[in-house]
């Protein structure tokens, strides 16, 4: 998973980690760091080219974001997923860290991979040595 770089700036990498670590998922490598145009578009391919695309790489990019690995039981990928909420915070109920912490559809705070096989994929972009 990712905190995005808003999450970084406003403080709240401590929050949304302490939620992770109490639902009892270990944390098993983190990195803070600038994410690179080149670096986001491996990691977003699928959304490269649509219209949303140069402000979710303007976005990524404007300063540091805390790259981490979860690790829990089978499909800890939907357990993560769900506590994050939905990628538009106006529908992430409360109780989800979009829904209690995030207004906005862009920023929003979190990024989670979205299956075993997103996990491992993106595992090998930000954490090479890992994988
Ligand atoms: P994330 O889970 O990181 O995956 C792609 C990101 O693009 C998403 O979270 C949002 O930050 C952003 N995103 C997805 N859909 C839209 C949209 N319709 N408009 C703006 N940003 C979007």
Redesign the pocket.
């Known amino acids: 998973m ?1 905190c ?1 770089p808003d999450a970084v700036e406003r403080g709240l990498v401590g929050e949304i980690l302490s939620r992770f670590e109490q639902k009892g998922l270990k944390l098993v490598a983190a990195e803070l760091r600038v994410l690179d145009a080149e670096t986001l578009s491996r990691h ?1 391919e699928e ?1 490269v080219g ?3 695309y140069d ?2 790489v303007g ?2 990019s404007r300063s540091p974001a805390m790259t981490l690995v979860l690790e829990g039981p089978d499909d800890t990928y939907a357990m993560v997923r769900t506590m994050m909420g939905a ?2 915070p106006a529908v992430s109920p409360p109780g989800t860290i979009r829904g209690d912490l995030g207004t906005e ?4 705070l ?3 991979s ?1 299956s075993n096989e997103s996990a491992e994929r993106e595992i090998g972009i930000f954490f090479p040595g890992l994988a």
């Open positions: 990712i995005k977003y959304h649509k219209p949303f402000d979710l976005f990524m990628t538009n559809m862009t920023e929003n979190v990024h989670g979205d």
